[in-house]
């Protein structure tokens, strides 16, 4: 699952996405008729507008403004996640499956300890972070639709990791940037992706980090080019 993620503004792999939607026509329009501000730093949540990576009318590479989660009439909120197994399945989802993939950028995302009480009941419990083992980016898959003009988002989920089955069942679907292109592009098959997800996966401690001091030793070690 995931329902909570985190934008280290500073992250070099992001300057080119946030600053071309920051740049957009789209992005004032989207402002002045919603009155939503994006979200590029910091911890993110459901409702957030956020810099998303999909394809242009031409079907090339590029960067919007969208807001994370389909809004469905009689739900109790908005739809943030969705099975990346079924999705094909479901009406809600097909079309989007099919003909709109995006990708969210992340510096990493957050899971809660899940563990049943004595009576039986799931629990949450500590915070963690949780990204790709070496890399300071988390490219999450997921699949969009508008809601009259607005571009609206839900992440892809899977089967989890043994590491993190300890967490929670299910975990959102991750590629290496290599698979970008791909997974965006309307006539590509997205199921042909599903082999390059990611597994390998650091968690540490869920606090903000903040203090570079707190961070794995790999990420104090890499040179970061601004």
């Known amino acids: 699952m995931c329902t909570r993620y985190f934008i280290d503004e500073d992250t070099?792999?992001?300057?080119d996405v946030i600053d071309k939607v920051l740049r957009s026509p789209f992005y004032v329009r989207i402002v002045s008729e919603h009155g939503n501000s994006l979200h590029y730093r910091g911890e993110i949540k459901p409702t957030d507008l956020v810099p998303v990576i999909a394809p242009n009318k031409n079907g090339n590479r590029s960067a919007y403004p969208m807001k994370w989660g389909f809004t469905v009439t009689g739900s109790s909120g908005p739809?943030?996640?969705?099975?990346?197994?079924?999705?094909?399945?479901?009406p809600l989802f097909k079309e989007s499956w099919e003909k709109r993939r995006c990708i969210i950028p992340a510096s990493w995302y957050y899971e809660w300890e899940h563990f049943k009480t004595g009576d039986g009941k799931t629990k949450a419990g500590s915070k963690y972070m949780i990204q790709p083992k070496g890399s300071m980016s988390t490219w999450l898959c997921g699949i969009y639709r508008f809601e009259g003009n607005l571009p609206v988002f839900t992440i892809l989920t899977r089967e989890p990791s043994d590491d993190i089955a300890k967490l929670h069942d299910r975990m959102p679907l991750m590629l290496p940037p290599d698979k970008i292109n791909d997974w965006i592009s309307p006539g590509s098959d997205p199921k042909d992706l599903l082999s390059y997800a990611i597994t390998d996966l650091y968690i540490g401690p869920g606090n903000d980090i903040k203090d570079i001091n707190e961070r794995p030793d790999w990420w104090k070690n890499t040179q970061r080019i601004n």
């Not at 070099?12 to 300057?15: A, G, I, L, R, T």
């Not at 739809?79 to 479901?90: D, F, Q, T, W």
């Open 12 to 15: 070099p792999e992001f300057n």
């Open 79 to 90: 739809i943030v996640n969705a099975r990346s197994e079924s999705a094909h399945l479901k």
